[in-house]
């Protein structure tokens, strides 16, 4: 079950939990409660592993990218397409198996559809994030046979605050790309009523280079977002509406123009576009001025540089009341509508237009115990109107339908705690112009259980039977796609794929030393994968197609912390996963084993700092086609000073990340052979809480 090579971290945990405890220097970890479970479950009960980053941890760790922000938790790494683009990928898994919600609601952008597409989420105001890694389909759908990351904002509010208004300043800026952001929220009550505005805005240019006096061409980034919400909040609950947006442009990586005419894997063909990459050319047209960081012009026509000009606008009801009716002790509401549009640019031409226009609702009943049994019925539907039009239209126009009903069920018996859970999902896709058109349903099943036999001692473990079912795009793609210099070939034949997952677990909550290590192994039948086809249809390219087959992934992963004295702490952590198909060969773009050290000191009562070391182990488990990546250590280090302003709390930081200036390639990343990761770089910021 475990794989061959276990990273160096993981056995330092297993020893360190076995040092002896010391009353002086006991620790108790908070209990945080995971309103992603179903029942809003403390994240040391549940019987999967779950991880919530908030407070001063989010803020310290905090990038502008979503997954950039989350690779500090063991199992979470990210997809990385440049600053503008990055997904989580949870063990191994990413894409259309890692479900990204807002508050319990999908994003509903395009980011599952390519790499190079961003998550439309703004991370400057969130209050926390809830990453649950295995999966949770039960609740959330096919789409979460990897994993969920629920992102929670404040855009509905759910209390008065007790002064009539409440909110937050951040501000930060960086080395590396020069990047200036800057968010504000305030919060305004009276009586039954709040409101909630805020707004935001990001400017990076393109990052330096490790080693090197050059900055990455095309790495830039400018986000500017905005929220309205409105709550009517009673001693019962609250019911809210919000309307946000979120206007983003960023610069595609690797990417390199080709017109390719596809009628099939057997006679693709792309011929790469001629470009002009005389130097002293280009330095005669350009105006100084256009590199001017003060005014950000980046020149997309002069350059022909390639980049996606994205706009997202959305509406959020959220509902969330106690006794709703006889029978049932609370429900929970949320429905969004979203309409996303984003255009991938040449220079100052239109290349391709990308819509996705989704709306998603679901009804969470928790009812009052039954014979000691506790839990929670629900029903989710969405819809999804997805549309690529211009030069990369590989994908046609498609309308996804996706209904279901789940039932999940608690039930505690002195230290134990079990569950139970189903889910049966039906999914049509309908293609606007064709008649191939796609029915699948699925059903998921899981048990679970947590065994707390010592105060400050849990063992838990799952079992779950989960069915993912297929998307548009793995269905029907038919063309070149820039970003990732393949043309892709779908299958209307695929069918569901079913992933059996056994989980264990040990964690500890209380004590000097405090640890959650877990193994998990993951047999998915008729896993679908773009494989490679081995076909070279010119301009770098290559043609990959839409299969099946019976797959594995196991790994292990987790952190030991102790609190050496009052004021020092020292963290290990370490990921390994592995991921192959039965009848041979390595699944691709799996993460690299990681392991590392973090040492927290309190320097006084108001001044912390910390100092990390994380070293990325050598990928040469390959698929076919794909090429090693080299390891690498990656050294951060930082300084934070909390203190209180009149009635109001700040946060002074300073972080270094890579400060060895290493030359890094992230494995699961489409672009890493061209790319690298960004050099030495200095973070400095502030936050007022008021």
């Given at each position: 079950m475990l794989p061959a090579k276990t990273p160096l971290a993981l056995a330092l945990a297993v020893a360190a939990a076995s040092l002896p405890a010391h009353a002086?220097?006991?620790?108790?970890?908070?209990?945080v409660t995971v309103s992603a479970s179903a029942l809003d479950q403390s994240a040391d009960r549940m019987t999967q592993p779950?991880?919530?980053?908030?407070?001063d941890e989010w803020l310290n760790q905090r990038e502008t990218g979503l997954a950039d922000s989350l690779e500090s938790l063991p199992g979470v790494q990210?997809?990385?397409?440049?600053?503008?683009?990055?997904?989580?990928?949870?063990?191994?898994?990413d894409g259309a198996r890692v479900r990204v919600l807002s508050d319990g609601a999908d994003v509903m952008d395009a980011s599952t559809v390519s790499p190079d597409h961003a998550v439309t989420a703004d991370t400057a105001l969130l209050e926390r994030v809830e990453v649950l890694k295995g999966p949770s389909t039960l609740l959330y759908g096919g789409g979460a046979i990897g994993g969920v990351v629920n992102l929670i904002d404040r855009r509905v509010p759910t209390y008065i605050p007790e002064r009539g208004y409440e909110g937050e300043i951040d501000l930060r800026g960086n080395t590396v790309a020069d990047e200036r952001s800057g968010a504000v929220g305030l919060t305004l009550g009276a009586g039954q009523f709040a409101a909630r505005i805020e707004g935001a805005k990001s400017d990076a240019d393109p990052y330096n280079i490790p080693g090197s006096p050059s900055t990455?061409?095309?790495?830039?980034?400018?986000?500017?977002?905005?929220?309205?919400?409105l709550s009517w909040i009673t001693d019962r609950g609250y019911v809210g509406l919000a309307y946000s947006r979120?206007?983003?442009?960023y610069g595609l990586l690797a990417h390199e123009h080709a017109d390719c005419h596809t009628h099939g894997p057997a006679d693709s063909h792309c011929e790469e576009e001629e470009h002009d990459h005389d130097d002293d050319h280009d330095d005669e047209d350009h105006d100084d001025e256009d590199h001017d960081d003060e005014e950000h012009d980046h020149d997309h026509d002069e350059h022909g540089q390639a980049y996606i000009d994205m706009q997202q606008r959305r509406w959020d009801v959220r509902a969330d009341y106690t006794d709703p009716f006889s029978g049932f002790e609370r429900i929970r509401v949320r429905l969004a509508d979203t309409d996303y549009e984003h255009v991938e640019m040449e220079g100052d031409e239109a290349g391709t237009r990308f819509t996705n226009r989704g709306t998603e609702g679901r009804v969470e009943l928790t009812h009052n115990p039954i014979a000691g049994w506790r839990g929670v019925v629900g029903t989710q539907l969405s819809r999804r109107d997805f549309a690529a039009?211009?030069?990369e239209d590989y994908v046609p126009r498609s309308l996804t339908h996706n209904r279901a009903l789940f039932l999940l069920e608690s039930y505690e018996q002195g230290d134990w705690l079990y569950e139970v859970g189903l889910r049966q999902e039906w999914q049509s896709i309908e293609l606007k112009d064709g008649n191939d058109d796609a029915d699948h349903k699925g059903t998921s099943v899981s048990v679970g259980a947590s065994w707390q036999f010592q105060p400050e001692l849990v063992f838990y473990g799952s079992l779950s039977r989960s069915q993912r079912l297929p998307t548009a795009e793995e269905l029907y793609a038919n063309g070149p796609h820039a970003a990732t210099r393949t043309v892709e070939i779908g299958d209307p034949d695929l069918d569901r794929?079913?992933?059996?997952?056994?989980?264990?677990?040990?964690r500890r909550t209380q004590g000097p030393v405090t640890f959650d290590v877990s193994v998990y192994r993951n047999d998915v039948d008729d896993f679908i994968y773009a494989a490679d086809t081995g076909d070279d249809p010119g301009a770098g390219y290559r043609v990959v197609q839409y299969s099946q087959a019976d797959a594995v992934l196991h790994g292990i992963e987790g952190s030991v912390s102790w609190q050496a004295t009052g004021s020092t702490g020292l963290t290990l952590f370490g990921d390994s996963v592995r991921g192959k198909l039965k009848d041979g060969g390595d699944l691709p773009r799996i993460p690299a084993d990681r392991y590392g050290l973090r040492v927290d000191q309190r320097l006084t009562s108001h001044l912390g700092a910390h100092?990390?070391?994380?070293?990325?182990?050598r990928q040469d488990r390959t698929a076919d086609y794909e090429t090693e990546t080299g390891d690498y250590t990656l050294l951060g280090a930082g300084l934070s000073w909390r203190g209180v302003l009149g009635e109001s709390d700040y946060l002074l930081f300073l972080r270094g990340n890579n400060l060895l200036d290493e030359k890094a390639r992230q494995h699961s990343s489409y672009i890493k052979d061209e790319v690298l990761l960004p050099g030495r770089n200095m973070t400095i910021g502030a936050r007022l809480a008021f």
């Amino acid at each position: 079950m475990l794989p061959a090579k276990t990273p160096l971290a993981l056995a330092l945990a297993v020893a360190a939990a076995s040092l002896p405890a010391h009353a002086d220097e006991s620790l108790t970890l908070p209990s945080v409660t995971v309103s992603a479970s179903a029942l809003d479950q403390s994240a040391d009960r549940m019987t999967q592993p779950a991880a919530v980053l908030q407070g001063d941890e989010w803020l310290n760790q905090r990038e502008t990218g979503l997954a950039d922000s989350l690779e500090s938790l063991p199992g979470v790494q990210a997809s990385n397409f440049g600053p503008g683009a990055s997904r989580p990928v949870i063990r191994g898994l990413d894409g259309a198996r890692v479900r990204v919600l807002s508050d319990g609601a999908d994003v509903m952008d395009a980011s599952t559809v390519s790499p190079d597409h961003a998550v439309t989420a703004d991370t400057a105001l969130l209050e926390r994030v809830e990453v649950l890694k295995g999966p949770s389909t039960l609740l959330y759908g096919g789409g979460a046979i990897g994993g969920v990351v629920n992102l929670i904002d404040r855009r509905v509010p759910t209390y008065i605050p007790e002064r009539g208004y409440e909110g937050e300043i951040d501000l930060r800026g960086n080395t590396v790309a020069d990047e200036r952001s800057g968010a504000v929220g305030l919060t305004l009550g009276a009586g039954q009523f709040a409101a909630r505005i805020e707004g935001a805005k990001s400017d990076a240019d393109p990052y330096n280079i490790p080693g090197s006096p050059s900055t990455q061409e095309g790495a830039y980034n400018e986000t500017e977002s905005s929220a309205l919400g409105l709550s009517w909040i009673t001693d019962r609950g609250y019911v809210g509406l919000a309307y946000s947006r979120q206007d983003r442009e960023y610069g595609l990586l690797a990417h390199e123009h080709a017109d390719c005419h596809t009628h099939g894997p057997a006679d693709s063909h792309c011929e790469e576009e001629e470009h002009d990459h005389d130097d002293d050319h280009d330095d005669e047209d350009h105006d100084d001025e256009d590199h001017d960081d003060e005014e950000h012009d980046h020149d997309h026509d002069e350059h022909g540089q390639a980049y996606i000009d994205m706009q997202q606008r959305r509406w959020d009801v959220r509902a969330d009341y106690t006794d709703p009716f006889s029978g049932f002790e609370r429900i929970r509401v949320r429905l969004a509508d979203t309409d996303y549009e984003h255009v991938e640019m040449e220079g100052d031409e239109a290349g391709t237009r990308f819509t996705n226009r989704g709306t998603e609702g679901r009804v969470e009943l928790t009812h009052n115990p039954i014979a000691g049994w506790r839990g929670v019925v629900g029903t989710q539907l969405s819809r999804r109107d997805f549309a690529a039009v211009g030069e990369e239209d590989y994908v046609p126009r498609s309308l996804t339908h996706n209904r279901a009903l789940f039932l999940l069920e608690s039930y505690e018996q002195g230290d134990w705690l079990y569950e139970v859970g189903l889910r049966q999902e039906w999914q049509s896709i309908e293609l606007k112009d064709g008649n191939d058109d796609a029915d699948h349903k699925g059903t998921s099943v899981s048990v679970g259980a947590s065994w707390q036999f010592q105060p400050e001692l849990v063992f838990y473990g799952s079992l779950s039977r989960s069915q993912r079912l297929p998307t548009a795009e793995e269905l029907y793609a038919n063309g070149p796609h820039a970003a990732t210099r393949t043309v892709e070939i779908g299958d209307p034949d695929l069918d569901r794929e079913t992933s059996v997952n056994m989980e264990l677990g040990l964690r500890r909550t209380q004590g000097p030393v405090t640890f959650d290590v877990s193994v998990y192994r993951n047999d998915v039948d008729d896993f679908i994968y773009a494989a490679d086809t081995g076909d070279d249809p010119g301009a770098g390219y290559r043609v990959v197609q839409y299969s099946q087959a019976d797959a594995v992934l196991h790994g292990i992963e987790g952190s030991v912390s102790w609190q050496a004295t009052g004021s020092t702490g020292l963290t290990l952590f370490g990921d390994s996963v592995r991921g192959k198909l039965k009848d041979g060969g390595d699944l691709p773009r799996i993460p690299a084993d990681r392991y590392g050290l973090r040492v927290d000191q309190r320097l006084t009562s108001h001044l912390g700092a910390h100092v990390e070391a994380t070293q990325v182990m050598r990928q040469d488990r390959t698929a076919d086609y794909e090429t090693e990546t080299g390891d690498y250590t990656l050294l951060g280090a930082g300084l934070s000073w909390r203190g209180v302003l009149g009635e109001s709390d700040y946060l002074l930081f300073l972080r270094g990340n890579n400060l060895l200036d290493e030359k890094a390639r992230q494995h699961s990343s489409y672009i890493k052979d061209e790319v690298l990761l960004p050099g030495r770089n200095m973070t400095i910021g502030a936050r007022l809480a008021f």
